[in-house]
């Protein structure tokens, strides 16, 4: 290196000036002698080529004494620096060798998948580097910084002239030599430039893998949205019937906590009819097939046998007992008519009417808004069942409309001649719930009625 060059013919100019007698002349004409200085001799005194104390010297040797010896100090200063500088500068090539080594594990790690990228971050690149790409991509960029700021700070020494002090107290700037500076400038710039590409890789790198993140993100969600509504799909088929109403629910024990709900609620009726199948064999009293409760009246609409009691029918808390009989264990159709006008209600079993009369709650409308559950007597809208009170069987087919049906219509209904959903609540699948272990089974009510026949 030219450095290297520059330092050598230095050295040896000190040499041959400090090392052999040179012979010169002052100002005046006169000549002098200097002759090498023992190890150990003061620099100010003159001695002979024996090493006697010769005389004293005189100022122009002093001066040329004091100015060899700033030169030694001098170089071995730039020396060091030069050593320094060369270290600091192999420091950055190192570090930049290690941060291209990153980028390109970072690259293979993405095209390699998640897994691989999370193992080929997990190696010593820079240090102990957090296994998240983001926060490795953070890392390095900080990395980049901060040797972009140890660049900058020793450009800015650089640029720093020395100083050395004269012979008279004076202090003399000393440049670096220009073939030094204009190296290490650009050597430097480079660098800079290099980290610079590094550190917007890197950010673009970061934005690629939170672009990637929410896109996986996105697809998970769906993916799983999917498997939800496939696994509903496959629940909805499980229990698959022919048709959305030939099914049953089925309340085998009596608890205050095997219930039925429908979803639908009743608006404001001044006459219902309401029809269903049922089949029980309990004993004492097959229980409350079904219940209407609206806030302050629980008692709405509600049908229960209840204990040794017959049937009845309470519409806003007033009971008509009716003359049906249905508990040996066989399906009946069974429906109630009423009508708000002087309160006249009729029952009809299996498609005979059986019993008929009047002022039951006369006037009184039915309010909207409530809850309707089957297999329980509500105490409060939608809850604080009693056991002794539950429906024991099973039920089918429950309908309601907000009209009196005709004769004709419920003998229809009853022989399986014909099909009529309710207006108000039709008996459909998806339009019933059920809770605490009762349960939905598929049945073709008219073929399991022959069958009991």
Not at 21 to 47: H, L
């Amino acid at each position: 290196m030219r450095l290297v060059g520059m330092l050598s013919l230095l050295v040896g100019l000190l040499y041959l000036v400090s090392g052999r007698t040179v012979r010169t002349q002052d100002a005046t004409g006169g000549r002098f002698v200097c002759n090498a200085i023992p190890p150990g001799a003061e620099p100010g005194c003159g001695y002979g080529p024996t090493g006697n104390r010769v005389q004293s010297s005189t100022p122009v040797e002093d001066e040329l004494r004091n100015t060899i010896i700033q030169l030694r100090e001098t170089i071995l200063q730039q020396k060091e620096t030069i050593v320094s500088q060369q270290g600091t500068i192999k420091e950055l090539n190192s570090k930049l060798a290690r941060c291209e080594a990153a980028a390109d594990e970072s690259s293979q790690g993405k095209s390699r998948g998640q897994g691989s990228r999370r193992k080929e971050y997990g190696k010593n690149t820079m240090g102990d580097l957090p296994r998240d790409p983001g926060e490795t991509i953070d890392q390095l960029g900080k990395t980049m910084q901060s040797l972009k700021g140890r660049l900058e700070n020793l450009e800015q020494s650089l640029r720093l002239p020395s100083t050395n002090t004269s012979a008279g107290g004076v202090s003399v700037l000393t440049p670096l030599p220009p073939e030094l500076r204009e190296l290490l400038r650009q050597r430097l710039g480079a660098l800079e430039t290099q980290l610079l590409r590094k550190v917007a890789e890197l950010e673009e790198e970061k934005s690629q893998l939170y672009n990637e993140t929410a896109a996986h993100r996105q697809r998970t969600e769906s993916a799983l949205n999917s498997l939800l509504e496939r696994i509903t799909e496959l629940e909805k088929s499980n229990n698959a019937f022919k048709s959305p109403e030939d099914f049953k629910v089925s309340l085998p024990l009596r608890t205050n906590y095997l219930y039925g709900r429908i979803k639908k609620s009743l608006p404001e009726m001044y006459a219902f009819t309401v029809c269903m199948w049922l089949k029980s064999s309990a004993s004492p009293g097959i229980g409350t097939p079904f219940s209407y409760g609206v806030p302050g009246q629980a008692n709405e609409i509600v049908l229960i046998e209840w204990g040794n009691n017959p049937i009845e029918l309470l519409v806003n808390d007033k009971v008509a007992q009716l003359p049906l009989s249905v508990s040996d264990g066989r399906w009946h159709h069974i429906c109630i008519t009423w009508t708000t006008r002087d309160g006249f209600w009729e029952a009809y079993q299996d498609g005979e009417r059986l019993g008929t009369g009047d002022n039951l709650a006369p006037w009184h409308p039915i309010k909207p808004g409530g809850v309707i559950i089957l297999g329980q007597e509500q105490d409060i809208v939608g809850g604080r069942f009693d056991a002794t009170q539950a429906f024991v069987g099973e039920l089918s087919q429950f309908n309601m409309w907000d009209r009196v049906l005709r004769p004709v219509d419920i003998m229809g209904l009853a022989n399986c001649s014909a099909y009529m959903p309710g207006n108000v609540v039709p008996w459909i699948d998806a339009n019933v719930e059920v809770f605490g272990g009762a349960s939905k089974a598929a049945l073709e009510i008219c073929e399991d009625r022959a069958f009991d026949s």
